[in-house]
């Protein structure tokens, strides 16, 4: 259950490359991964510029979308926990969970789409890559898996 959510708010982590001040949420560990990407992509000041704004207009749909989904993922835990708990009202729960997580999932990738336009062709390449590379880490950590955008 969790380990859906870790993957959908994780996924936002790899488009934000270009950002050099840390989104809402992201700590030093994450900022400085940021950073490194920004680096590799070898983004210029006019494209780092834009992609933060594009990360400060989503900026506070994202924060809202990401506390529904946690809030979402937490009932339906306590529900499954909770051995009075009818299936018949764990199913709306798991899809309540589903829901916060796909919607999540779509702002992501409409953020991560004004992302990529900002960059050049041999940018967005190495983006795949590093992408790419990223599925593949948590993948190897038990991660990823069919229905988890990868």
């Known amino acids: 259950m969790m380990t859906r959510l870790s993957l959908v708010v994780g996924l936002g ?3 934000l490359a270009a950002q050099s001040m840390p989104s809402p949420g992201m700590g ?3 900022t400085r991964m940021v950073d490194r990407m920004a680096e590799y ?3 210029t000041d006019a494209q780092k510029s834009q992609i933060q704004a594009i990360q400060a207009k989503h900026a506070d749909e994202i924060k809202a979308k ?3 989904a946690v809030e979402a993922h937490k009932s339906f835990k306590e529900a499954l926990k909770n051995p009075d708990t009818a299936a018949t009202q764990l199913k709306p729960l798991y899809q309540a969970q589903a829901d916060r997580d796909f919607d999540l999932l779509l702002d992501r990738r ?3 789409n004004e992302i990529r336009a900002v960059l050049t062709p041999e940018q967005r390449a190495e983006m795949d890559k590093l992408q790419s590379f990223h599925r593949g880490m948590m993948k190897g950590r038990g991660m990823g898996g069919p229905g988890m955008g990868y």
Request: net charge positive; hydrophobic share 55%; glycine share 0%.
């Open 28 to 30: 030093p560990r994450q």
């Open 13 to 15: 982590l790899v488009p």
């Open 110 to 112: 409409a953020m991560q």
């Open 41 to 43: 992509l070898k983004l």
């Open 66 to 68: 990401v506390q529904a």
